[in-house]
């Protein structure tokens, strides 16, 4: 039975985060989760298996996580590994979602100021978690002993407090070399906060497959991502011929997203799919008019079609010479976003 019911008044997102961090977590044990509902004034319902807070917030009442099978080997004592509060219910399409996480990264960086960690998750959320098909962005304020993330949960944006250790010794983990093991992208800055924070190593593509995989799911909810971070990426990609590595492609991400080619003459861009400013005339705001010549604006939050775009930059790559996926390489200009440091874990490339 509840003992408490959940504050009536909408408190505003900055102020829940600012609660959020300042409350004792107690180690996150059960005493310990208890009297940090008690100091938030939220009540304990739901069942062992799926605890929640009530919070007496529209949007719905906040969910504990429970160590389980998928947490055990990354807690150090922890009975729970996250306190996730939903903030707003917005329509289930790419747009919507983008915008109602970067209005909540609004408040909530006015409050707290700049993040210390921002990326996507991919398809793969911490303890192996599935993400939402439009996109996984977050934003993290590092501390100690709790962090608290900005997340695209699956029905709009969340505020997720969670114990710091577990949720990094996890990522850390995953960095054993096998494909696919990390997805997303990873981004850090200098903020004091993230003073010993580790970086898992990553994974290298084996296959064409694999590349164009990778590639579309990364391009598919690119601007999405971008637009609900705030964030503007461009991406040269670079192709290894046995005689050199030139400049192929470069992608530059923002609202929306256009792609750029500057294959060799004897590549016949057209017939892979590549147009010109008069198809795509946003481009000219990105490129210019003229040079290059081929590119594609591949639309905003939930339009680009990521599986065709990557078919595309990969029948590309290897008519211009490509003959292995690791001759296919990010320009180490993509590592610089915004400030942070970011790696591109989920593509499986080589950085040069």
Same mark, same amino acid.
């Given at each position: 039975?509840?003992?408490?019911?959940?504050?009536?008044?909408?408190?505003?997102?900055?102020?829940?985060?600012?609660?959020?961090?300042?409350?004792?977590?107690?180690?996150?044990?059960? *005493?310990?989760?208890?009297?940090?509902?008690?100091?938030?004034?939220?009540?304990?319902?739901?069942?062992?298996?799926?605890?929640?807070?009530?919070?007496?917030?529209?949007?719905?009442?906040?969910?504990?996580?429970?160590?389980?099978?998928?947490?055990?080997?990354?807690?150090?004592?922890?009975?729970?590994?996250?306190?996730?509060?939903?903030?707003?219910?917005?329509?289930?399409?790419?747009?919507?979602?983008?915008?109602?996480?970067?209005?909540?990264?609004?408040?909530?960086?006015?409050?707290?100021?700049?993040?210390?960690?921002?990326?996507?998750?991919?398809?793969?959320?911490?303890?192996?978690?599935?993400?939402?098909?439009?996109?996984?962005?977050?934003?993290?304020?590092?501390?100690?002993?709790?962090?608290?993330?900005?997340?695209?949960?699956?029905?709009?944006?969340?505020?997720?407090?969670?114990?710091?250790?577990?949720?990094?010794?996890?990522?850390?983990?995953?960095?054993?070399?096998?494909?696919?093991?990390?997805?997303?992208?990873?981004?850090?800055?200098?903020?004091?906060?993230?003073?010993?924070?580790?970086?898992?190593?990553?994974?290298?593509?084996?296959?064409? *497959?694999?590349?164009?995989?990778?590639?579309?799911?990364?391009?598919?909810?690119?601007?999405?991502?971008?637009?609900?971070?705030?964030?503007?990426?461009?991406?040269?990609?670079?192709?290894?011929?046995?005689?050199?590595?030139?400049?192929?492609?470069?992608?530059?991400?923002?609202?929306?997203?256009?792609?750029?080619?500057?294959?060799?003459?004897?590549?016949?861009?057209?017939?892979?799919?590549?147009?010109?400013?008069?198809?795509?005339?946003?481009?000219?705001?990105?490129?210019?008019?003229?040079?290059?010549?081929?590119?594609?604006?591949?639309?905003?939050?939930?339009?680009?079609?990521?599986?065709?775009?990557?078919?595309?930059?990969?029948?590309?790559?290897?008519?211009?010479?490509?003959?292995?996926?690791?001759?296919?390489?990010?320009?180490?200009?993509?590592?610089?976003?915004?400030?942070?440091?970011?790696?591109?874990?989920?593509?499986?490339?080589?950085?040069?």
């Amino acid at each position: 039975m509840n003992v408490q019911q959940g504050s009536t008044a909408e408190e505003s997102i900055g102020e829940l985060a600012r609660r959020l961090l300042a409350v004792d977590t107690g180690g996150w044990t059960p *005493e310990g989760v208890r009297a940090a509902a008690a100091e938030l004034g939220w009540a304990w319902g739901g069942t062992s298996d799926a605890p929640v807070w009530i919070t007496g917030r529209s949007s719905g009442d906040a969910r504990l996580r429970p160590v389980g099978d998928y947490e055990k080997r990354y807690v150090d004592g922890e009975s729970y590994v996250e306190l996730a509060v939903p903030l707003a219910l917005p329509a289930p399409d790419a747009a919507a979602q983008a915008a109602a996480f970067r209005a909540a990264r609004e408040e909530v960086t006015a409050a707290l100021g700049k993040p210390s960690i921002m990326g996507s998750h991919g398809d793969m959320g911490p303890f192996y978690d599935s993400e939402p098909l439009w996109g996984a962005p977050f934003l993290r304020w590092r501390g100690r002993p709790d962090t608290l993330e900005l997340r695209a949960g699956k029905a709009g944006p969340e505020l997720v407090l969670q114990p710091t250790d577990p949720a990094e010794n996890w990522f850390w983990r995953q960095g054993h070399g096998e494909e696919d093991a990390i997805s997303g992208f990873f981004g850090s800055n200098r903020d004091e906060a993230n003073v010993g924070l580790g970086f898992p190593g990553g994974w290298t593509a084996r296959s064409w *497959e694999t590349v164009t995989r990778s590639l579309g799911d990364f391009l598919g909810a690119l601007p999405a991502e971008t637009t609900a971070l705030g964030v503007r990426i461009a991406m040269p990609f670079y192709g290894r011929n046995g005689q050199s590595a030139p400049l192929l492609f470069d992608v530059v991400c923002g609202d929306r997203l256009s792609i750029a080619s500057f294959a060799p003459d004897d590549v016949d861009p057209a017939a892979l799919g590549w147009g010109t400013v008069a198809e795509f005339p946003h481009t000219a705001s990105v490129f210019g008019d003229d040079d290059p010549v081929w590119r594609v604006d591949a639309g905003g939050p939930g339009e680009p079609k990521g599986r065709a775009l990557a078919e595309m930059l990969v029948a590309t790559a290897r008519a211009a010479g490509a003959s292995d996926p690791t001759d296919l390489i990010i320009g180490g200009e993509a590592g610089y976003v915004d400030g942070y440091d970011v790696t591109y874990y989920g593509l499986g490339l080589p950085t040069g």
